[in-house]
């Protein structure tokens, strides 16, 4: 895949393969994608920030109700002043299982860097499982590094409140995992980027419900 | 009045007695060695089965492909039974002369007086010295070295030896199995309260030693206690192994609390095994603080086996020059209604690297769980290393997994601000680590507590951020 990027912005609505991007100085790259279980289980994304003043940001849906998926996201601080940002989302139901490991690495060399990865899970039937692994290796002190994972079900509360207002249980629950899964997408500052975004998700939470 | 550099030597242990030794085994490992060392200790037919059985699964395991490197521990170096004295005294003044002035050095008997319900002291591989508080014993509490409670509780022993963690486990714990010798061995009967805490102290002093004990705790229903226990080890030029393997079981109700601070001398591997079962309602704590040794690679374990069983872990890594604290810790939720804490707090400097390793499980029948991991870690220079490795792997769609980890630095702004008020900067920085841990200081006990925070201050000295 390419490996030249400037402020540049790279969805992959159905991910089937590895990639590993490099990013350069100054660069800034968004990378968007939604993992697919029926185009491929195991995916290897790498980037590595090996520019000065580089940046990724990483917006990950991982939307199933069947299959197994196995989804690796490394970013790789090499250089001064790198930022690396992950926000990931999981939402399954039917029989999904899915793994998302995470690795924020700072070399010794990527001084004032900021890794920042955090992967929220909803589990949204009894038989879809979760393993998140989200790591973290330091090898010089002037950074800001952290990492966040959570896992959660659909709160009975919550859909018995909406269900008091006359709304189905089936869209009840899909209201409740929709805006689960935009939490970040306001982030994505493109206007029409964030339409498209909205509308493949309410396509994919559609199907899993 | 002793000079100040000296109360410090003592303070960290680093004094060497001279060895001596009533029987010492010839170094290296073999199937004539541990039958040795079980008819040295007068041990039953099973045991030494157990011994042996254990042995062949060391053999046949590799070592772990991930974690510390282990590679340079020499098996065939290392002597794995040194007998220091002829049996456990329950009278301080019975203890040799060279074990118990090692032991008042560090100030051992002085505590128990005022502070502790009951202590062991191991020296090597035997327990020299154990006593339990009068009205404790009355109740039918028993804490004893493991050989003595083989020899006089047999049935207890052998319903609980070896069931939480079976030897065949890990490389580490198949070791500890074949050549096991010492560590403490507890009973609380059913909703007996201990409320000192009973404490046990481990020290190595021979050069190539390894240490084995094993510790066995039996919290009956509706019990409570609180067991301490502290290692050092003198700066040896060769490498100490010590190779621990604890098993706790909380029966329902019961509550234990196990507090371990290790300040083994920088040329210690230490590689613990600790495990315990939760049944329903009980709850487990581990406090586990790693400030010395080499090698570290401990992540204490907890099983809720049942509903309402709660797990704690309060895990504190000081990693220095030349030391890599691998150190966390394993969460099991088997039951339903259960529920789990992990603080992790890490500090490196001078090229220390420290590493949670942490793992919480959810199985699919165990609906309603609730877990929150925390690890912080401080790296106070350019050339220190700090890893954090959690899993979380949740099989049941009714349960709540928060994990969350940050690594930074002590900030300019906070030394300059402690500065601005008279403080010096190599004192600012100890002040900074100790707030940092501060979480954890405060669940121990007072004088454990003083402790660990002049052992952090005596690490920091001369280090400046």
């Given at each position: 895949m390419n490996s030249q990027t400037n402020n540049k912005i790279i969805l992959r609505e159905s991910l089937s393969s590895s990639e590993e991007i490099n990013i350069g100085d100054n660069e800034e790259l968004v990378y968007i994608f939604f993992t697919d279980s029926e185009k491929g289980s195991e995916y290897f994304l790498e980037f590595v920030l090996t520019g000065i003043n580089s940046s990724v940001k990483i917006f990950g849906f991982n939307i199933d109700s069947k299959g197994i998926t196995s989804t690796n996201i490394k970013v790789i601080h090499q250089n001064k002043n790198t930022t690396g940002y992950s926000w990931i989302k999981s939402v399954l139901g039917g029989d999904a299982k899915s793994s998302i490991k995470g690795m924020v690495k700072i070399e010794k060399t990527a001084i004032n860097a900021n890794g920042y990865f955090t992967h929220n899970s909803l589990l949204i039937s009894n038989l879809s499982q979760v393993v998140s692994t989200p790591s973290l290796e330091i090898e010089t002190n002037d950074v800001k590094a952290s990492h966040a994972s959570t896992t959660g079900h659909l709160d009975n509360d919550i859909l018995f409140y909406l269900k008091c207002r006359g709304i189905e249980e089936q869209e009840a629950k899909r209201l409740v995992a929709t805006s689960f899964a935009f939490e970040y997408v306001a982030k994505i500052s493109d206007d029409n980027l964030q339409e498209r975004i909205i509308g493949i998700l309410n396509d994919r939470i559609e199907k899993i419900i | 009045m002793r000079h100040a550099q000296e109360v410090k030597k003592d303070f960290q242990g680093s004094f060497k007695a001279p060895e001596k030794f009533v029987f010492k085994m010839r170094k290296g490992l073999n199937e004539e060695v541990i039958r040795e060392i079980s008819f040295h200790k007068k041990e039953p037919e099973w045991m030494l089965e157990f011994r042996l059985k254990a042995f062949e699964s060391f053999k046949s395991k590799p070592l772990t492909p991930w974690g510390a490197n282990l590679n340079n521990i020499n098996f065939d170096e290392i002597c794995y039974y040194i007998q220091t004295s002829e049996r456990s005294e329950s009278n301080w003044q019975n203890v040799p002369?060279?074990?118990?002035?090692?032991?008042?050095?560090?100030?051992?008997?002085?505590?128990?007086?005022?502070?502790?319900?009951?202590?062991?002291?191991?020296?090597?591989?035997?327990?020299?010295?154990?006593?339990?508080?009068?009205?404790?014993?009355?109740?039918?509490?028993?804490?004893?070295?493991?050989?003595?409670?083989?020899?006089?509780?047999?049935?207890?022993?052998?319903?609980?030896?070896?069931?939480?963690?079976?030897?065949?486990?890990?490389?580490?714990?198949?070791?500890?199995?074949?050549?096991?010798?010492?560590?403490?061995?507890?009973?609380?009967?059913?909703?007996?309260?201990?409320?000192?805490?009973?404490?046990?102290?481990?020290?190595?002093?021979?050069?190539?030693?390894?240490?084995?004990?094993?510790?066995?705790?039996?919290?009956?229903?509706?019990?409570?206690?609180?067991?301490?226990?502290?290692?050092?080890?003198?700066?040896?030029?060769?490498?100490?192994?010590?190779?621990?393997?604890?098993?706790?079981?909380?029966?329902?109700?019961?509550?234990?609390?196990?507090?371990?601070?290790?300040?083994?001398?920088?040329?210690?591997?230490?590689?613990?095994?600790?495990?315990?079962?939760?049944?329903?309602?009980?709850?487990?704590?581990?406090?586990?603080?790693?400030?010395?040794?080499?090698?570290?690679?401990?992540?204490?374990s907890i099983y809720l086996l049942e509903p309402g069983a709660r797990g704690e872990i309060l895990s504190l890594a000081f990693a220095g020059k030349g030391q890599h604290q691998d150190a966390g810790g394993k969460i099991i939720h088997a039951a339903p209604h259960t529920s789990s804490r992990i603080i992790s707090k890490s500090t490196t400097q001078d090229g220390g690297r420290s590493s949670y390793r942490g793992w919480i499980e959810v199985v699919p029948e165990a609906y309603g769980v609730k877990s929150h991991v925390t690890c912080d870690a401080l790296i106070l220079d350019e050339k220190s290393r700090s890893d954090t490795y959690p899993t979380m792997d949740i099989k049941n769609s009714e349960s709540s997994i928060e994990h969350e980890a940050t690594v930074s630095r002590v900030s300019e702004d906070q030394i300059f601000y402690l500065r601005s008020r008279g403080i010096p900067e190599s004192e600012a920085l100890s002040l900074i680590v100790n707030g940092f841990f501060e979480p954890i200081i405060k669940e121990l006990p007072m004088e454990y507590a003083v402790e660990l925070n002049r052992l952090i201050g005596q690490e920091m000295e001369g280090s400046v951020g």
């Open positions: - | 002369e060279e074990i118990k002035n090692t032991f008042d050095r560090l100030g051992i008997p002085e505590a128990e007086k005022k502070y502790l319900g009951g202590v062991g002291a191991q020296y090597e591989s035997e327990v020299v010295y154990h006593s339990l508080q009068k009205h404790l014993e009355e109740k039918g509490v028993i804490f004893t070295d493991m050989d003595t409670a083989l020899q006089k509780h047999p049935e207890l022993f052998k319903l609980y030896f070896g069931t939480v963690v079976p030897p065949h486990d890990n490389k580490f714990s198949a070791l500890n199995s074949s050549v096991w010798s010492g560590g403490s061995f507890v009973y609380v009967p059913k909703g007996v309260r201990v409320e000192l805490p009973l404490q046990a102290y481990f020290r190595i002093n021979a050069e190539s030693m390894g240490q084995f004990e094993r510790t066995l705790i039996i919290a009956d229903e509706g019990s409570f206690v609180h067991y301490v226990e502290g290692c050092t080890a003198p700066p040896n030029s060769a490498d100490l192994l010590h190779n621990a393997v604890v098993e706790v079981i909380v029966k329902p109700g019961a509550r234990v609390l196990y507090t371990t601070i290790q300040n083994w001398s920088k040329s210690v591997y230490n590689l613990v095994t600790k495990r315990s079962f939760v049944y329903r309602n009980g709850v487990m704590e581990w406090v586990d603080g790693n400030l010395g040794s080499q090698v570290t690679m401990k992540y204490p």
